[in-house]
């Protein structure tokens, strides 16, 4: 089986497994009790925050854990919202093509009176950053892009943003959760305000996450209880999970180097290999791209028979996101960058991992054009478009 499904959710390596399972025997105190098993998961907790903090150029009181990137992005956005409302800003930007996690958030908030300005991602799947100026206005309380795009991989200018949103005096959120551990991050560098990641796109466990907020940023709670997390989030801390997370991101870190000059290799010739078949498009920019990350439309075929015949030859595949598949509606990401509907249903993503090897590429490419070409031979569309019935767009 070839596992191409990387952005959806990673598999757990084992230095993350070790941590987890012994600190599950080991560390199963609560950090808020006051004898000894408890100060020892305590000390595991802070000096996970620690670690991760380092990572992405933080204090440790600034990274505070939650239950996932979604949590995180939540969190973030609410909280900006709330300082706005109270400060009579709402007025929110963002963009197009952001995950669920942030535009369901959004759109929560527009019914609660915010006005959203969601900025055009152009068809290289990027966005400009004097678009970002032009849109910021003085009723602006946020502004909230993610730093690499979950379906086209695209990294976005995160750094030239955040100087606008700082010389504006906006608060500026990025939800990282497909950067950290993949490309360098470092929020002091790129001013960032708040950052949302998540372990289980890493090598980490699922259902742990954490939020970045900068000194000074006055976060809300959405979930109340006890005083864990500075008060910003309350329930007792996954310990095991976190301290598993930390371990994911310092070994995710450590190889990033070799793991980026290995996939980067794998992405093109995939990429290169993919271009032979006619009428496909490669989407979202080849340059300013996740080193993982291969997203095509094919014209003339659907993304879900695609992607189940891929699997009949064992490999794992998305046609988007995990959270759009099984939906009939194109991925709103590639209807953000241009793609029209006929189009951006023949998607196919192939999140590829650090340990892909040639051979692996070299028979997903052979799969891909086989199962495209035996496709189109019955479909309706492509008939059409061979007749001169319709006309092709790719
Ligand atoms: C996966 C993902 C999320 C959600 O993270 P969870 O930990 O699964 O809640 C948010 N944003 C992006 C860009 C993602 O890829």
Known sequence: MIYADNAATTRMSEAAINTMTELMKEGWGNPSSLYVHGQKAKEILEKAREEIAEIISAAPREIYFTSGGSEADNQAILSAAALGRKNG?????????????????????????????????????????????EAIRDDT????????????????????????CREKGVLFHVDAVQAVGHIPVNVAEDNIDMLSASAHKFHGPKGVGFLYAKKGVRLSNLIEGGAQERGKRAGTENVPGIASMATALKEAVSKMQENTEHQTVMRDRLIAGLQRIPHCALNGDAVHRLPGNVNFCFEGIEGESLLLLLDDRGICASSGSACTSGSLDPSHV????????????????????????????????????????????????????????????L
């Open 89 to 133: 800003k709402m007025h929110i930007v963002s963009s197009a093509f952001e995950h669920h996690a942030v535009l369901h958030t959004l759109s929560k908030l527009e019914k609660e009176g915010f006005e959203i300005t969601l900025l055009n991602v152009h068809e290289d799947g990027l966005i400009v950053p004097e678009e970002a100026a």
């Open 141 to 164: 309380c946020l502004v909230t892009v993610m730093y690499a795009n979950n379906e086209i991989g695209t990294i976005q200018p995160i750094r030239k943003i955040g100087a606008v």
């Open 334 to 393: 590639l209807l953000a960058i241009g793609r029209v509907h006929d189009v951006a249903h023949g998607s196919l993503r192939l999140s590829i991992g650090e340990e892909i090897s040639e051979k692996e590429v070299d028979y997903m490419i052979q799969s891909v054009t086989e199962v495209v070409g035996y496709l189109r031979g019955f479909s309706p569309i492509w008939r059409d478009l061979m007749a001169g019935k319709k006309e092709f767009i």
